[in-house]
Nanobody, 124 residues
Framework: QVELAESGGGLVQPGGSLRLSCSAS????????IAWFRQAPGKEREGLSC????????VYAESVKGRFATSRDNRKKMVYLEMNSLKPEDTAVYHC?????????????????WGQGTQVTVSS
């Protein structure tokens, strides 16, 4: 059973950056594809990015392509989400989750285990 925990959220001004971290407890993280998704009040869950195991392949939702970047360090059992040029509409609780495969995009991401999330608030 994989357990995930997100951190790194906070309050940031529009145009700013944040780096979220996802720590995983798993015997071999490189067996798992890890996705990030967010949930804002009153809105549907939105898949953002996915990074496959080893070798890593990244897939992004169109809404964050060019602004967000995901990476992983299997030795440290960590996955990251670098977020740049943040906008108020990026405000949400951000989660990392296991997925079977990154596939071709968010529609193919079926989330397995995920953590409690970290709040990101973009406001001046």
């Amino acid at each position: 059973q994989v357990e995930l925990a997100e951190s790194g959220g906070g309050l940031v001004q529009p145009g700013g950056s944040l780096r979220l971290s996802c720590s995983a407890s798993a015997f071999a993280l490189d067996y798992y594809a890890i996705a990030w998704f967010r949930q804002a009040p009153g809105k549907e869950r939105e898949g953002l990015s996915c990074i496959s195991g080893s070798p890593s392949r990244m897939v992004y939702a169109e809404s964050v392509k060019g602004r967000f970047a995901t990476s992983r360090d299997n030795r440290k059992k960590m996955v990251y989400l670098e977020m740049n040029s943040l906008k108020p509409e990026d405000t949400a609780v951000y989660h990392c989750a296991t997925v079977v495969s990154c596939g071709s995009g968010p529609d193919s991401w079926h989330f397995g285990a995920w953590g409690q999330g970290t709040q990101v608030t973009v406001s001046s």
